[in-house]
């Protein structure tokens, strides 16, 4: 039975955590870029060079999630350790898959914001999949902080180490 991640899986979760926490932390340009792209009007170079790179780290997250997902069906994951009630269980296995559709619809609508001027694309990406892929975050870190603490399962290793 697999009790750790393989170190692909490791690498590659480690990164997206890199590169998603970037995009979200350093947001702000995107706005003005919006409102001046759907506006028709004209773009400063400076907004347009953190926009490309807005765009770039997203189509980075979403080729490391395609990756990753194929590594999750090819490798499998760690069984959920015995100490996790059922109920956390079947709120982890929700989250996880949770997070793995955020990380492939939301570059998805980002490219259909930036690269089609799909302004409902562009609202669904900045309005409810930012809020929405915050809380499974939010989900995600107090899951693993409630392993480490208080069902002291040492959980966080599988994804550090690849100890248990």
């Not at 926490?21 to 953190?50: A, C, H, R």
């Not at 100490?83 to 998805?108: C, D, G, K, N, Q």
């Not at 980002?110 to 930012?130: E, L, P, R, V």
């Amino acid at each position: 039975m697999k009790t750790a991640f393989s170190i692909p899986q490791r690498i590659v979760h480690w990164l997206m955590a890199v590169l998603i926490l970037f995009n979200l932390l350093f947001s702000d340009v995107m706005t003005t870029f919006g409102e001046l792209y759907f506006g028709d009007k004209p773009i400063p170079p400076d907004v347009m060079s953190s926009a490309n790179i807005h765009a770039y780290v997203g189509i980075a997250i979403l080729a490391l999630a395609l990756t990753r997902l194929c590594l999750r069906i090819a490798q499998g994951a760690p069984a959920h350790p015995p100490e996790e009630p059922a109920f956390f269980r079947f709120v982890a296995t929700i989250v996880h898959w949770s997070l793995y559709a955020m990380f492939i619809i939301m570059p998805f609508a980002g490219i259909g914001a930036f690269y089609f001027k799909n302004s409902t694309a562009a609202f669904a990406h900045i309005g409810w999949m930012k809020t929405a892929l915050w809380v499974l975050i939010g989900l995600h870190l107090l899951g693993v902080l409630a392993h480490q603490f208080y069902w002291k399962t040492n959980i966080l290793r599988r994804m550090t180490t690849g100890r248990t």
